[in-house]
């Protein structure tokens, strides 16, 4: 296994359109995250998912965005109605649920809102 | 969430031990510190973990003190691939199990020649 991967790595959109980003992630991990990171901030938690569902949301996921785990595989995140302010590195990570609960970080996806 | 506060950036020169601290006061009895790290434009790399023990891996040491309200992270030999951000989390429990990890604005380390 080559570890979690996301696509596509570079997103440029223009304002108010829609996007969405994948993640796969290690197989055998059951628990996904995704986070969001700002220039010269360290990533913001956005949301987990344990197997297909999401069981916690942070504050920072407005309704324009929306992320899903269908089969408790690979995870979709979009966000609608895009705003400049969407632009940011969206990280996904996965980890078993075994002890130490070690997050994997994917590459990320950057994306540009225009 | 527990909060943590680290210097913004440190130098070391290669081949000497980095050690980079974290102030963690608000830090719970059952609450875990986890360093990580972010090298330029990639993803988070987990380092090490801790409760109270000291830990040693085979990339770093984590020192807690007794009281847990601080702790250091020492790499023992820098190299220049060890510039990076480095961020002391407390970890936060979530439903169903999983783990919340609060970052922060880290540590730049810079290791020079």
């Known amino acids: 296994d080559t570890g979690v991967s996301q696509d596509p790595r570079h997103k440029i959109t223009k304002r108010g359109q829609n996007v969405t980003f994948r993640c796969d992630p290690i197989s055998e991990h059951n628990r996904l995250y995704w986070y969001r990171q700002t220039l010269g901030q360290g990533p913001e938690f956005l949301t987990y998912?344990?197997?297909?569902?999401?069981?916690?949301k942070s504050r920072l996921l407005s309704d324009r965005f929306s992320a899903e785990r269908p089969k408790g595989s690979f995870s979709t995140l979009e966000i609608q109605r895009t705003e400049q302010g969407d632009s940011a590195m969206y990280l996904c990570?996965?980890?078993?649920?075994?002890?130490?609960?070690?997050?994997?970080f994917g590459p990320g996806t950057r994306l540009t809102v225009t | 969430d527990a909060k943590t506060t680290q210097p913004p950036s440190m130098d070391c020169a290669e081949g000497r031990a980095a050690n980079l601290p974290c102030n963690h006061s608000t830090i719970s009895g059952n609450e875990y510190v986890y360093w990580y790290r972010q090298i330029h434009s990639q993803g988070p790399q987990y380092i090490i973990h801790?409760?109270?023990n000291n830990e040693t891996n085979e990339m770093a040491s984590l020192i807690i003190t007794e009281d847990r309200k601080s702790s250091t992270l020492i790499l023992p030999h820098a190299t220049l691939r060890d510039t990076a951000v480095y961020y002391c989390i407390v970890r936060e429990s979530l439903t169903g199990g999983g783990n919340k990890l609060t970052f922060g604005t880290g540590t730049q380390l810079k290791v020079e020649l």
């Open positions: 801790g409760l109270k």
């Open positions: 990570a996965s980890s078993s649920r075994d002890y130490p609960y070690e997050q994997y």
């Open positions: 998912f344990q197997n297909e569902a999401q069981l916690e």
